[in-house]
Nanobody, 120 residues
Framework: QVQVVESGGGLVQPGGSLRLSCAAS????????MDWYRQAPGKQRDLVAG???????RYADSVKGRFTISRDNAKNTVYLQMNSLKPEDTAVYYC??????????????WGQGTQVTVSS
């Protein structure tokens, strides 16, 4: 069994910063991609940023230059540093991990989400 848990959300003023963390645990042999998604009320869940095991990154155009994704493979953890936050960044942020578990069975796991609210 694999668990994915996000943390670090909260309320921040426009222009402020937050750092999200996501830790995967359980019967993990290896983790390939680790991604951050977000979902605002009434909207679909969209990819915000992703990072491969080797460190290659990708970003949604709306967050390029403001958000930075990084990971610590030894800790099975991915981070999302969010700067210059805007009200339109308000959403529930979800972590998704592409996990090889015991016997090299490959599955993607979602966390429960963490709320980010950008408001004055």
């Amino acid at each position: 069994q694999v668990q994915v848990v996000e943390s670090g959300g909260g309320l921040v003023q426009p222009g402020g910063s937050l750092r999200l963390s996501c830790a995967a645990s359980g019967s993990i042999v290896n983790i390939a991609d680790m991604d951050w998604y977000r979902q605002a009320p009434g909207k679909q869940r969209d990819l915000v940023a992703g990072i491969s095991r080797s460190g290659a990154t990708r970003y949604a155009d709306s967050v390029k230059g403001r958000f930075t994704i990084s990971r610590d493979n030894a800790k099975n953890t991915v981070y999302l540093q969010m700067n210059s936050l805007k009200p339109e960044d308000t959403a529930v942020y979800y972590c998704n991990a592409d996990v090889y578990s015991t016997n090299w069975i490959r599955s993607r796991y979602w966390g429960q989400g963490t709320q980010v609210t950008v408001s004055s």
